[in-house]
């Protein structure tokens, strides 16, 4: 089941979000996070974008969000996107649906672009991404470095109106 997200949701979240940290280049943090500054980033995301889980039997196993894609006022249309999957849990369609649901709730909005910024290679994102009308639009050459090696980044974009 998709539903809204809340900060009691906060330590389940990490759950999913810091085996990424941790064992992956789709995040580029190193520190995992605690439940309280996950629950606060909840908070900050909720008041203005939405924010979804995706839960089975009261486990979050999936979630995915818009959020403010840059602090200056003429970007407020615009909105960088993220989706996470329980590790084990992917493959299951978890992700598109909670994509699919995701750029239902945005088009509620005055959002008019989306950004989702992929950590390459990530063969698995960009068909997602791509499967949902996102275009690839840039390629950053070893902007991120993790776990002793430089990673690229490729920006993908959706227009909405």
Known sequence: ????ANPADGEAICSVYNYYIENSIASFE????????????????????????????????????????R??????????????????FQGRGIGK?????????VRKTDIHSLIAGIALPNDRSAALHESLAFKKVAHFTEIGYKFGKWIDVGNWELLLK
């Open 97 to 105: 649906k909670l994509m699919v649901r995701l750029l239902e709730e």
């Open 30 to 69: 190193t520190i995992p996070l605690t439940a309280v500054e996950m629950e606060n980033r909840i908070c900050e995301i909720i008041t203005g974008y939405p924010y979804l889980v995706w839960e089975d039997d009261g486990e979050i196993n999936g979630y995915a969000y818009a959020s403010k894609w």
């Open 71 to 88: 602090e200056r006022s003429a970007y407020r249309y615009s909105a960088g996107t993220s989706v996470y999957v329980r590790n084990g």
């Open 1 to 4: 089941m998709i539903r809204p």
